[in-house]
Nanobody
Framework: QVQLVESGGGLVQAGGSLRLSCAASGRAFATYIMGWFRQAPGKEREFVAV????????HYADSVKGRFTISRDNTKNTLSLQMNSLKPEDTAVYYC?????????????????WGQGTQVTVSS
């Protein structure tokens, strides 16, 4: 099972930007579907974005579409999430996750490997 470690979270004012990174161990990173999820206090963990093996297919939650961009670098075993025009509603712990599925999925149940999470706080 791939090991995942997120980084890049922090405090930012509304309208600002942050870039999150996820480092993956192992030699099979390119065979995993990768996704970003987030969990705000008192709420269930929710889907944010997903990307396929090659990076050619992506899907975003409606709440972040047009503001966030997911990408991957298979030569460095890294996953990224560029977050622009941040809103206070984006405040949450952000997790990267890996799936052995062939096709993309937005379901938490389809992701078997999870990072420890990184906190993103957006002030008004």
């Amino acid at each position: 099972q791939v090991q995942l470690v997120e980084s890049g979270g922090g405090l930012v004012q509304a309208g600002g930007s942050l870039r999150l990174s996820c480092a993956a161990s192992g030699r099979a990173f390119a065979t995993y579907i990768m996704g970003w999820f987030r969990q705000a206090p008192g709420k269930e963990r929710e889907f944010v974005a997903v990307i396929n093996w090659t990076g050619g297919t992506t899907h975003y939650a409606d709440s972040v579409k047009g503001r966030f961009t997911i990408s991957r670098d298979n030569t460095k075993n890294t996953l990224s999430l560029q977050m622009n025009s941040l809103k206070p509603e984006d405040t949450a712990v952000y997790y990267c996750a890996a799936s052995r599925r062939v096709g993309v999925s937005t379901s938490l149940a389809d992701f078997g490997s999870w990072g420890q999470g990184t906190q993103v706080t957006v002030s008004s």
